[in-house]
């Protein structure tokens, strides 16, 4: 399979019948930050979920540094070094961010209560171990004054920013997210887009990213792919992408055309 990282083949998915996903190819190359973007309703989220091995597609493949990804259970799958965060924030609000961020890190736990109780120590070990790991994604991300904060009281940018964080606390290479900056303020989107290009170059991430905002995306993508329908109607880079006929059609009529020019 050469240099790619992720390889998705021929996938088709359908929910009663009705095809959420025609046939979608793509290939995500080793570190880069590869966009997927499409109309609402295009298919995004469930390729996500696919990749995620959360839907499981009726056809198709999908590979990941030669694991298949259709033969993994999803609670694995983060053991493969996939990690991602949800179009709807999942996070346990009433929990502190520290805690939450301490969550993202349980496929490393080995020791159970059990365990705990006779190897003291060695469960000690580990907890300053794991406590260390997320101090360096604590100040990545400029977290340090709301670790203590319970997660609801926090602005709705900051949740999203310990979502991030949570997916980084697994150590991931490849990180997918799922509108990351919807909802948000131009200042708060530019701050998570420059967390999210800051994470990507310090950790050498490959990025599997879903965007309505086009101007981010032109921006700060190396690939782009667009669904229509459940339909790759085109792939390439941004310059590309802007001035493809099929999506600018894709895109007419809907609010997201202003933002594509
Ligand atoms: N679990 C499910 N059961 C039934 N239909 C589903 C399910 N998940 C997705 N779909 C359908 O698949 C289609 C694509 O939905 P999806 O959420 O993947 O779109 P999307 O491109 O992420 O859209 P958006 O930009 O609005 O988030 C929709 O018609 C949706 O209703
Ligand atoms: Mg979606």
Known sequence: MGETKLLVKDVQLSFKGLKTLNSVSLEVKPKTLHAIIGPNGAGKSSLLNCISSFYKPQRGEIWYNNQNLLEVPPHQIVRLGISRTFQNIELFGKMTV???LMLGRHKFMQT???MSGVYWGQAKRQEKHHQEKLKDIISMLNMENVINQTVG?????????VELGRALA?????????????????????DIVNYILKVKEQLGLTIVLIEHDMKIVMEISDFIT??????KIAEGIPVEIQNDSKVIE????????????
């Open 226 to 231: 667009v669904l229509s329908f459940g339909e």
């Open 98 to 100: 520290f805690d939450n």
């Open 153 to 161: 009281n926090l602005p709705y940018g900051l949740q999203k920013r």
């Open 170 to 190: 697994a150590e991931p290479s490849l990180l997918l997210l799922d509108e990351p900056v919807a909802g948000m303020s131009g200042k708060e989107k530019e």
């Open 250 to 261: 894709a895109y007419l009529g809907t609010p997201n055309i202003d933002r594509l020019a």
């Open 112 to 114: 159970g209560v059990m």
